[in-house]
């Protein structure tokens, strides 16, 4: 039973700070992802949590024991690197058992488990052979096996699957799935990768500058992005931002653009305010002329990714695109007729990037 | 056809670089076996009826014998003692303070700049205070300032190589820093710790400077090959020759193992 409380972490090297009085609460059997841009302090986080890396200030406590002070052996948590860091002096299977074997177990009660993980992993052919002759996908099973294995608390994966190519990436993404599926036990997995993210997490830690920007799950990220940076990083293709003026009975307006916003969702807003829409690709589809929140442009480029196309169009001297499965009757120089739902406009203050969504 | 030629002409190169390189090491060990007639002669005999003669004489003769036997003695204790005290040093250096590593590094590295002609002197006088003037011990002492600094700057880039990634993952199971030391640091910069403990034994094997200074009865066998020549006209030209190999043959075995292991390693390649 393993939920994880840290209070008030702060981390800094020397006078530079990473982490600044970041709070999280992770219930037990949850699948977290700590996700943000390089150096935004996912990792450092993490590692704090393994013990690798001691805090400046703040508590951790994990399945109610304060494992601030702890070496990272005595925490119950199991880790798996980017690197794998399988140990090259070791077959497959010592590699697997090596910590089994150190805390004393006893061989008769080793191998039946050596069994059960090689198996759920299928690493039973691999367990004489030397970490060096296996592939970058075997490698990264064996080192889930040797974190499995040991039964922990709390599965922590760093960047794990970013040394591998995107098929094998994306295998290995759904058996961790499966995986924490079938254990249900609490896991911590950091990456840059948004799509990665969203596939796998119950919920989501948009991290930036050592802060947590927005936690929820992927699709409240998704659908109710708390700022304009957590809209930014997530989704592909990226989201179109315009800055437009609203109008009485809120409109946005901003060039030859007119967009009716949902009342509901943005009761707060006032007529004359400046605001910042967010537009998502995905969101938006081609119209008929004239038709209810439409917009107008000029097709600039359009990108086939198979079932669907992006659009690259110009509107009043900006590109904003969207996605449509009937971009193959389109060519550059067209115009073209596209539209979005109100409440699928996001709104934000230009100033602090928040977003002016009700609560 | 250019090819072919600039392939040839490399090849020659090669032989007589291999030529040069040898020849002067074939000549001394074909003059080991050699009768002193055989040596003098005009015309140099590659024919001849080899005799083990001169080594007989080596190892019948005291001075020789002792001379080895106390170079056996310095050079294991002060590379053995040098690896205890410089390798843990190393990984401190390589793990902890990297920070002043870099400088370390750099100043057990300037130790080796010093001629020793510089510190022979001093050191002659301090050892006759000290009452340690010719004894292996003073021998072992001065030693252990090359052995441990040589060890420390040749290991310091061997820890370095060992993944970070690896000793994090065994202190996630558990692990205290002396276990990840003995378990996982040790064990895989072992390949290039053998190297440098190589390097370093073959360093002292061939002083000659501070032994010829610094003792004067429990001299090593470089001084005592050394004083052979000054033997006055009659030179032993058979004995020299059998001595220089004997002194020759522990570096020339520790360097042939030393590129044996760097051979399998670089066959199994790193991953």
């Known amino acids: 039973m393993a939920h ?38 996912k990792s450092t986080m993490l590692r704090m949590i393994a013990g690798l890396e001691e805090v400046t200030g703040g508590r951790i406590e994990i399945g109610g024991t304060d494992v601030t002070d702890l070496p990272p052996g005595e925490r119950g948590v199991a880790m798996v690197f980017q690197s794998y860091a399988l140990y090259p002096h070791m077959s497959v299977a010592d590699n697997i058992t090596f910590g089994l074997r150190r805390q004393g177990v006893s061989k ?110 992927p699709d409240e990220i998704f659908e109710r992005p708390a700022s304009r940076f957590v809209a930014d990083f997530i989704g592909t293709p990226a989201m179109n931002f315009i800055t437009a003026q609203l109008e009485p009975g809120l409109i946005a307006h901003s060039g030859s653009i007119r967009l009716q916003l949902s009342e509901v969702e943005f009761p707060s807003l006032k007529p004359g305010q400046e605001v910042e829409l967010g537009l998502r690709p995905a969101r938006m589809d081609l119209c008929e002329p004239g038709s209810a929140n439409a917009l107008t442009g000029e097709v600039v480029l359009v990108e086939n990714m198979g079932a669907e196309g992006q659009v690259i169009t110009e509107v009043d001297g900006a590109e904003i695109s969207f996605v449509t499965q009937g971009f193959r009757d389109l060519s550059i120089g067209d115009t073209v007729h596209f539209t979005i739902r109100p409440e699928h406009i996001h709104v934000f203050d230009p100033k602090t990037g928040r977003s002016l969504r009700k609560d | 056809m250019g090819k072919l030629i600039s392939t040839t002409l490399t090849r020659a190169l090669l032989a007589l670089l291999i030529i040069v390189a040898l020849g002067p090491i074939l000549w001394t060990v074909l003059g080991a076996f050699k009768e002193l007639r055989d040596i003098v002669t005009p015309v140099p005999k590659l024919i001849f009826e080899p005799t083990l003669d001169n080594f007989a004489t080596i190892l019948r003769n005291p001075t020789i014998r002792d001379g080895l036997m106390h170079s056996v003695i310095v050079v294991s204790a002060s590379v053995l003692i040098g690896a205890v005290l410089g390798i ?64 420390i700057w040749l290991a310091v880039p061997a820890f370095e ?105 670089v066959r199994s390649g790193p991953k």
């Open chain 2, 161 to 265: 190589r060992v993944p970070h990634d690896i000793e994090e993952a065994a202190a996630m199971e558990g692990c205290g820093p002396a276990e990840v030391f003995w378990r996982f640091s040790l064990p895989l910069a072992a390949p290039s710790l053998f190297g440098a403990l190589v390097f370093t034994f073959v360093l002292v094997w061939n002083e000659l400077l501070l032994a010829l200074t610094l003792a004067a009865q429990n001299a090593t066998l470089p001084v005592v090959a050394a004083s052979i020549t000054s033997l006055g006209k009659e030179v032993p030209w058979g004995v020299i020759n059998a001595a220089t190999v004997l002194l020759v043959l522990p570096p020339l075995v520790f360097i042939g193992l030393l590129m044996g292991l760097l051979n399998t390693m």
């Open chain 1, 108 to 217: 008769a009660d080793i191998a039946p488990r050596l069994k059960q993980v090689a198996e759920v992993l299928g690493l039973e052919n691999f367990l004489d052979r030397r970490p060096k002759n296996l592939s970058g996908g075997q490698q990264q099973r064996v080192a889930m096996a040797r974190a499995m294995i040991k039964t922990p608390k709390v599965f922590l994966f760093d960047e794990p699957l970013s040394n591998l190519d995107a098929k094998l990436r994306e295998k290995l993404r759904t058996e961790i799935r499966r995986m924490h599926l079938k254990l249900k036990t609490t896991t911590i997995f950091v990456t840059h990768d948004q799509l990665e993210a969203m596939t796998i997490a119950d919920r989501i830690v948009l991290m930036r500058d050592g802060m947590i920007e927005q936690m929820g799950t």
């Open chain 1, 4 to 41: 994880i409380h840290c209070t008030d972490i702060v981390k800094s090297y020397g006078a530079h700070p990473v982490i600044s009085g970041l709070n999280l609460d992770i219930p037990n059997h949850e699948f977290v992802v700590f996700l943000g841009p390089s150096g935004c302090g």
């Open chain 2, 88 to 151: 843990p040093a190393a990984h401190t250096l390589a793990r902890h303070a990297r920070r002043w590593g870099d400088d370390v590094q750099f100043f057990v590295l300037s130790l080796r700049f010093m001629p020793p002609v510089a510190i022979a002197i001093p050191f002659i006088v301090i050892y006759l205070d000290l009452g340690i003037y010719d004894t292996l011990f003073g021998l072992i002492l001065v030693y252990l300032i090359t052995t441990i600094s040589t060890v």
